[in-house]
Every structure is written in C-alpha cells, then in structure tokens.
C-alpha cells in the first residue's frame, strides 16, 4: 500500500469557488481532489474516464488537462450539465444577450401533457416550455417544433449551458425553499399549482443564465481536446478494450438515494413522463427500486457476503426481504460495473473512486472495503486509501436510523485500486 498520497478533501465545501459550485448537484465532489488524482497517479495518461460523470467535474477538469475524456452518465440531465460546463469563458460577454434574445422569442407553448405541470399552472408550464422551445429554435434547429427533443447526446455545449440555465430556473421555482435540494418532490394540492407571473420566469431566466456565465471554466482550454458525454450505463461502456488511462470517479451512494427523482424538474424540462422516470430509475446503480435481477452473495465475495449475511439476520421488519435484496443488488450492480472497467482499462491504468461507508441499523456497511474486495476478484489490487470524517449524511438525517446510531457521520474514502 502507498502512503505517500494526501488527496485533498473531495467534498464541496459551502466556501467552494464557482467552478465547484457550479450546478448544485448532489454528491459532487471538488475539482481540486480530479486535478491531484490526475497530477499524482495520471499526469500523462491519454485517455481519462468518469463511468458516473455526474455533474463531469473529472471531464472538465481532465479537459482543461489537455486530457481527452470520456464521460457517461444514465441520466441525460447530468449530460447536458456536463456538456455546459465545457463551455469556454470566452462566451460569458454574449450571455446575457443571448438569453435575452432566448427571453424575446419565447412564446407560451400549451402542451396538456407537459410533465412540468406536475408543478406549475398550465399558464405557467406553457411559458417555461416557451424557453425551452426558444432555446431550441435559436441554438439547435431553427425549424424545431414541441416534439421531445430527441438526442442529448449531440447538444452544442452553448445550448447545452442554456438548457442549465433553464434546469436551475425550473428547480428553483419549484423548490418549496429554494437552496435545498431535495430528493423526493410533491405535487402540489389540487388547485394549488404554482402560478408564476411570466415577468418573473423571464427574470429568473435570464438571471440564472447570467449566475451560471459567471462560474464558467476559467482556464486555459483547449477546444481541441477531445471530450465525449454520452448516456451511458457504467456497465455497458461503449469503449474498447484496454483503451482508457484513469479513472477518477464517484459510483452512487449506497443509502437508497434516488438520483432519478432527484432530478426531476430537470427531466420535466426534458420531457420525461412518469414511465421514462421508472425506466431511469430501474437503470441506476443503487436505484431504491427493486429491479428482480438477483446474483448469489458468494459470488460477490467474501467481504459482500459477510455484510448481506449480517442484513438478513437482523431481526427488524424488511431485513430479509426488501433490504437484503437491496444492498444485493447494490454490489451486484457495483461488481458488474468493475468487470466493464476492468475490460475498457489499460492494465496500469489507476482507478480513483471516492466512495462513502453506511450502517443499516446498527450493522457497519464498509462500501469502501467491500468495493475494494469485489474489484480484486477482476484483478484490481488496492495501492491507497484515505479516509476522511464527514459530519452529516443523507442516512443520518433519517429519524428511524437514529433509534440504533445517535452519531450520523460517516466516512468518506477515497480508494486507488489498480
Ligand atoms: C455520486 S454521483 C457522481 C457525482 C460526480 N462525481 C460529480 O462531481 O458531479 C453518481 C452518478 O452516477 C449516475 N449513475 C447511476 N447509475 C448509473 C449507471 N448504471 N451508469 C452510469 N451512471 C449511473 C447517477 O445518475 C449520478 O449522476
């Protein structure tokens, strides 16, 4: 094991600068931890991959590494975020102009089915859905109609930034409080959905645009540095053998966190109904939703086995059945995930994952060891780890795990495995 490595802490602090802070997205972690990561273990690799890019701080970091990078996410909402924060400085004098001009063309488009009236009055769903179409008019294909648009995957990251600025719009206005982020949203009564006058959409608009232009990646960028953002599950990666050099990322946390519903102003302002929701949430590593594919615990190892074993026993409600099946599937979908990079990494390749330990109940969910087990078995040795004290987590806020842990901090590791 190395002990020459001080990564700095990974997590956002409140004080981050604007490169960090860029998009509140939950569970980002700090481009100063990708920059060391990739300093220390892969200052010449060519190829730099996040299999769960999230809000791509590891691609926008890497890029302005003059590293190419590859990103994927499942969610298409994080692709977009991922793609604006590639946008160059350059722009930020034509922002506001822009989304002026996004603003003055913006005219209410009424659509019954629109999924942000989940939310909003139909006045005020036509008038967000306008931006939208605006955006699209101006910035993608200027003959665009309502349909869905059909392929995130192939957005300019100037359109992609406009998209952003439309999500932080969406998600503000339909946070009950805003600066909280919350990870399960409701609908409002019958009667009572939001109605926002459009002077104030508009206002919000172009302020977020301006918000975002501010925080847009400062330093020198190469624009001929290759980066792909795609949809993408971390366990069909759509790369060659042995074709990436490193490997900085964050899987999903293992606390039935739900980045599908996390999301979903975003993916109301992508058109998704309640059936793509469920399909999300079924393709996501960690995904609270029990999705019936099962594996046998022996074959995750003997750390993993250990752990679902202790699940099972315990004697509170659901153990057996629902939270066994959960943290089974949990690793399961972590252990294929490691096979699929295993497979896409060169064999010196270093991969840097920050990933965060849990109780259920009172037992202790080492994920940062048991991650580390399950990757040996694909023939990945453990070269570091450091840990970090984190005060407050999801887990902890809940009040029925504090009937067996009155602490609520956790461990935040970051593991090189190579
Ligand atoms: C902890 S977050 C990563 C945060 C990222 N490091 C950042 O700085 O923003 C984990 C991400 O994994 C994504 N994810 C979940 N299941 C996935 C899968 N099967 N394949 C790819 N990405 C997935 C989630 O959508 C989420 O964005």
Redesign the pocket.
């Known amino acids: 094991m190395r002990t020459d490595l001080t990564f700095p802490n990974p997590k956002v602090t409140s004080g981050a600068g604007n490169q960090d802070s860029w998009y509140r ?5 700090s481009s100063a931890f990708v920059k060391y990561s990739l300093e220390t273990l892969a200052p010449s690799a060519r190829t730099v991959l ?9 691609t926008v970091v890497a890029a302005g590494r003059r590293q190419a990078a590859f990103g ?4 298409p909402v ?1 692709v977009v975020i991922a793609r604006a924060r590639l946008l160059g400085a350059g722009v930020q004098g034509s922002i506001n102009a822009l989304a002026a001009d996004v603003a003055g063309h913006a005219h209410p488009v009424r659509m019954t089915d629109d999924p942000l009236r989940f939310w909003f009055s139909p006045d005020s769903a036509a008038q967000l859905r306008a931006l939208e179409l605006s955006i699209r008019r101006l910035l993608i294909d200027s003959a665009a109609t309502d349909e869905v648009l059909q392929d995130v995957n192939s957005l300019s990251s100037l359109a992609s930034f406009f998209y952003t600025a439309l999500f932080r719009t969406v998600r503000a206005l339909a946070s009950p409080t805003s600066g909280t982020n919350p990870t399960w949203w409701k609908r409002p009564a019958a009667g009572a959905a939001l109605r926002i006058p459009k002077k104030v959409i508009i206002e919000r608009f172009r302020a977020a645009a301006a918000e975002l232009a501010q925080g847009l990646h400062r330093e020198a960028f190469d624009t001929r540095t290759s980066v792909k953002l795609a949809v ?4 069909h990666l759509p790369l060659s053998d042995d074709e990436v050099g490193a490997v900085v ?5 293992c606390t039935r966190m739900d ?2 519903i996390a ?1 979903r102003p975003e993916l109301a302002v992508l058109r998704f109904e309640e059936a793509d929701l469920s399909y999300l949430r079924g ?5 609270p939703t029990i999705t019936g594919e099962d594996q046998d615990d022996d074959s995750l190892g003997a750390e993993a086995s250990a752990f679902l074993r202790k699940v099972r026993e315990h004697p509170s409600a659901a153990s057996q059945g629902y939270y066994t099946k959960y943290f089974r599937q949990y690793y399961a ?1 972590m252990d294929a ?1 490691l096979k699929e990079l295993r497979r896409v990494m060169a064999p010196d390749a270093p991969l840097v994952m ?1 990933v965060q330990d849990g109780y259920y109940k009172n037992v202790h969910n080492d994920v940062p060891g048991i991650i580390a087990d399950i990757a040996r078995a694909h023939d990945f040795s453990l070269e570091a780890r450091q840990d970090f004290h984190i005060s407050r987590t999801i887990g902890g806020m809940n009040p029925s795990s504090r009937q067996y842990r009155k602490d609520s901090s956790a461990i935040e590791s970051v593991v090189v495995l190579r």
């Open positions: 997205y939950y569970a980002g972690y996040d299999p769960w890019n999230g809000s791509g701080t590891t994927f996410d499942v969610n994080t993408g599950d971390s366990r990322t964050s899987p999903p946390y980045y599908g999301t393709a996501m590593v960690g995904t979908a995930s920050v």
